[in-house]
C-alpha cells in the first residue's frame, strides 16, 4: 500500500509540476512577446471566444513557448529526480586526488516532494500575477470611478443634423497600422519610409496629429485590441467588461447602452456592411454590428458559402488583403447602385502579429517580413483609393483610414529602430471630408476621439461637439486628455464604473449579477 501511495504522490507531483512550468513559460512569452497587451484584452477574448484565430498565430505561439517550457520543467524536476545509487557519487582525479561530487537525489526534497511541488505550483501562480499584470487589473476591478459618468455625452441625447445630401462613408481599420513606420523626417520613427503611401496619404489630406508633422491618436485602456479599437472609434467608449463575463457575447446584446455610429446612420436611413477576412464572430464583432446598425457581414464564412472560395483556399486568418479589397470593391460598388447613402467598413488582416502575412508576389524589400508585409499593406491601399477616386461615386464619399490599435509585435522589434522619446501612435487620415479642421496638428487626443470625428467629415452637425467620451477634432473644443492630461483620464478609464456597468452593458450586466447571486445562494 505505501509503494502505490508514494507512486500516486510522485505522479501528483509531477502533474503539478507540469501544470506551475506551463503558467511560467505563458506568463514570461506573454512578457517578453505582449507587453503591451492588457490583461483586460486576454480576459476579453478568454471569455468571448477565439474561434476564427490563425492557426499561424497560434503555432507561433506554442513555438516560442516550448523551449522556455522544457528548461523550466527541466530545472524544477532535477531537484526530486531519483538516480540509481551507483550514480549518486561522481569520483573524479584532480592532481592525484580523489574528490567525491554529490548529486541527485536531494533526499529531503524527495521526501517531501509533494509539498515542494505545491510550493512550486504558488510560486508559479504568485509570478504570472506579477509578469503579466493581473495585480493591476483586480485593483482596477476593486476600485471605482464616476469619470466615465461625469463626462459621457450619450448619442441618443446630442443633437445631430445631417446635411440634405448625405455622404457616403468608407471606414478602412488597418490591423495595427501606427505611424512608427513612417520616416523620421516626416514624424516617424523608421530611419526611412517602411509605407511611403500611407506616409504621402497623410501628407496630402487631414491627419489629426499628436505633433507639428504626421502623428495620431494615444492608445489608452480598453481599446488596445481590434475589437476594442473599433468600438471605441464607434461609440467613444472603451470595451470593458465584468471579470464573470463569460456569458457576455453568446447574447445578442453588445453595449446595449451605447449609441453607436451604425446606430446613428442606421436611423439616418444608411445602408450599411460589415468586411473582414477572418470570421466575424471572433470577438463578438459581428454581435456588435448585427446589435448597432443591423449591418449586412462579409466575412471568410460569407466567402465561402457564396463560392468565391473554397474552405482549403483558408490562408493566415481566412482571406488574404488582396481578396479583401477585390472583393470590397464589388459590395461597394453594389452599395452604391442601390441609390442610398452607405457605410461600408472593412478591416485587413496581413499586418497583425507576429511578422505579418506576406502574400506571393509581394516584394521583399526590407530585411524584414514585418517591414515587407506594411509596406505591401501601404500598396494595397493606395491602389484602393485610385480606384475609389475613379468612381463617379466618389465625390460625395469620404474616405477615413485607421489603424485600430497600436501593433502588438515583439517590442524587440521596435526598440531597434524607435529612439527613447519617440511616442507610438496610432495613424489616422480623413480623405474627401467636407469639414476643414481648426486645428489638426499638435493635438492630445486618443480613439475614442475619433467618433465624433468621423460624423464631423460626413458634415454632421454635432450639439455640444461631443459624442461619448469623445470630442469632435474638427472643432475648437479640448478632448478629455487635453482637459485632463493623458495619464489621469488613463487611469480613470482602467478602473471599474457603476456607470459604464449600469447604463451601457446595461441587460449583460444585470444578468451576470442574477448568475453571480445563484451562483452565491447555491454555494
Not at 495620431?216 to 461609440?235: K, N
Amino acid at each position: 500500500m505505501d509503494n502505490k501511495r508514494h507512486l500516486k504522490k510522485g505522479i501528483l507531483a509531477i502533474v503539478i509540476i507540469v501544470i506551475a512550468s506551463v503558467i511560467l513559460s505563458f506568463s514570461l512569452y506573454i512578457r517578453n512577446y505582449f507587453s503591451d497587451q492588457t490583461v483586460d484584452e486576454m480576459v476579453f477574448y478568454l471569455f468571448n471566444g477565439v474561434g476564427g484565430t490563425s492557426k499561424d498565430v497560434i503555432l507561433t505561439g506554442i513555438k516560442k513557448s516550448l523551449f522556455p517550457f522544457f528548461m523550466i520543467l527541466l530545472a524544477l524536476l532535477l531537484p526530486i529526480c531519483r538516480f540509481k545509487d551507483r550514480i549518486n557519487m561522481i569520483e573524479m582525479n584532480v592532481n592525484r586526488k580523489k574528490l567525491y561530487f554529490s548529486i541527485f537525489p536531494n533526499k529531503t526534497l524527495y521526501k517531501y516532494r509533494f509539498s515542494y511541488s505545491v510550493i512550486v505550483l504558488v510560486l508559479s501562480l504568485f509570478a504570472g500575477y506579477h509578469l503579466i499584470g493581473v495585480k493591476q487589473y483586480v485593483a482596477s476591478l476593486t476600485d471605482y470611478s464616476t469619470f466615465i459618468e461625469e463626462n459621457y455625452a450619450g448619442g441618443a441625447d446630442v443633437n445631430l443634423t445631417f446635411p440634405e445630401q448625405k455622404r457616403n462613408l468608407i471606414i478602412l481599420y488597418m490591423e495595427s497600422m501606427e505611424n512608427s513606420f513612417i520616416s523620421k523626417e516626416n514624424g516617424g520613427g523608421w530611419e526611412y519610409s517602411v509605407v511611403p503611401e500611407l506616409e504621402n496619404l497623410a501628407l496630402k489630406h487631414i491627419n489629426f496629429s499628436n505633433t507639428e508633422k504626421i502623428g495620431g491618436a494615444y492608445q489608452v485602456e480598453g481599446t488596445g485590441w481590434t475589437v476594442a479599437g473599433i468600438v471605441s472609434t464607434t461609440t467613444g467608449l472603451p470595451l470593458k467588461i465584468p471579470i464573470n463575463g463569460n456569458e457576455y457575447t453568446s447574447s445578442d446584446q453588445f453595449l446595449a447602452g451605447a449609441y453607436a455610429l451604425g446606430d446613428v446612420l442606421k436611423e439616418a436611413g444608411y445602408n450599411l456592411e460589415f468586411m473582414a477576412g477572418s470570421d466575424a464572430n471572433f470577438g463578438g464583432r459581428s454581435n456588435y454590428f448585427k446589435k448597432h446598425g443591423d449591418y449586412k457581414i462579409f466575412d471568410v464564412n460569407t466567402a465561402i458559402e457564396q463560392g468565391k472560395m473554397d474552405e482549403s483556399d483558408r490562408v493566415w486568418w481566412g482571406f488574404d488583403d488582396t481578396h479583401l479589397f477585390t472583393w470590397a470593391k464589388e459590395e461597394i460598388i453594389e452599395l452604391a447602385e442601390q441609390g442610398e447613402p452607405f457605410n461600408f467598413t472593412f478591416l485587413t488582416a496581413n499586418t497583425h502579429f507576429q511578422d505579418g502575412y506576406l502574400e506571393e508576389g509581394a516584394e521583399e524589400i526590407y530585411g524584414t517580413q514585418y517591414e515587407n508585409v506594411y509596406a505591401y499593406s501601404s500598396k494595397q491601399v493606395a491602389e484602393f483609393i485610385e480606384w475609389l477616386q475613379q468612381q463617379p461615386f466618389y465625390d460625395n464619399t469620404t474616405l477615413v483610414i485607421l489603424g485600430d490599435h497600436l501593433s502588438m509585435q515583439d517590442p524587440k522589434f521596435f526598440e531597434e529602430h524607435l529612439s527613447d522619446e519617440y511616442e507610438r501612435t496610432i495613424y489616422n487620415v480623413f480623405i474627401n471630408s467636407v469639414a476643414t479642421p481648426l486645428q489638426e496638428k499638435n493635438r492630445t487626443f486618443t480613439s475614442l476621439d475619433v467618433y465624433p470625428t468621423i460624423l464631423a467629415s460626413i458634415g454632421v452637425q454635432i450639439e455640444g461637439e461631443r459624442l461619448g467620451l469623445g470630442t469632435n477634432l474638427f472643432s475648437g473644443e479640448k478632448t478629455l486628455t487635453e482637459e485632463h492630461k493623458f495619464n489621469f483620464v488613463n487611469e480613470e478609464l482602467a478602473k471599474n464604473s457603476n456607470f459604464y456597468n449600469g447604463n451601457i452593458l446595461r441587460d449583460d450586466y444585470l444578468y451576470l449579477l442574477e448568475q453571480t447571486e445563484e451562483t452565491n445562494q447555491e454555494s
